[in-house]
């Protein structure tokens, strides 16, 4: 079945870095999208950013655009978060998810249209921005 694990997130200080992997196993459709998702305390889950798994196409959410990219590795089936120029605001449980999809798909349609119908989720990883 589907696993998605992710892992290293930590406390971080404003201005920090720190970089998210999502290790990625089971997946048997050839296309499939990848997505990072963010939930701070007492606020909704908000999409962060997603990549695909035929062309490697991304999409950035304004709130992180600029800051943050997504990336992976496809020898070793993980997909990255670089986090750069972190603000307290950027604290949350961050997880990855994914999606198959029908050819054609672009990525903004799995980051907007798509993001309530992730089925594959991982357990979280806390990240905390705090001087």
């Known amino acids: 079945q589907v696993q998605l694990v992710e892992s290293g997130g930590g406390l971080v200080q404003p201005g920090g870095s720190l970089r998210l992997s999502c290790a990625v196993s089971?997946?048997?459709?050839?296309?499939?999208?990848i997505a990072w998702f963010r939930q701070a305390p007492g606020k909704e889950r908000e999409a962060v950013s997603c990549i695909m798994s035929n062309d490697g196409s991304t999409y950035y959410y304004d709130s992180v655009k600029g800051r943050f990219t997504i990336s992976r590795d496809n020898a070793k089936n993980t997909v990255y978060l670089q986090m750069s120029s972190l603000k307290p605001e950027d604290t949350a449980v961050y997880y990855c998810?994914?999606?198959?999809?029908?050819?054609?798909?672009?990525?903004?349609?799995?980051?907007?249209?798509?993001?309530?119908?992730?089925?594959?989720w991982g357990q979280g990883t806390q990240v905390t921005v705090s001087s």
């Open positions: 998810a994914g999606l198959g999809f029908l050819f054609g798909t672009t990525v903004q349609s799995m980051c907007v249209t798509h993001r309530d119908e992730y089925e594959y």
């Open positions: 089971g997946f048997t459709l050839d296309y499939y999208a």
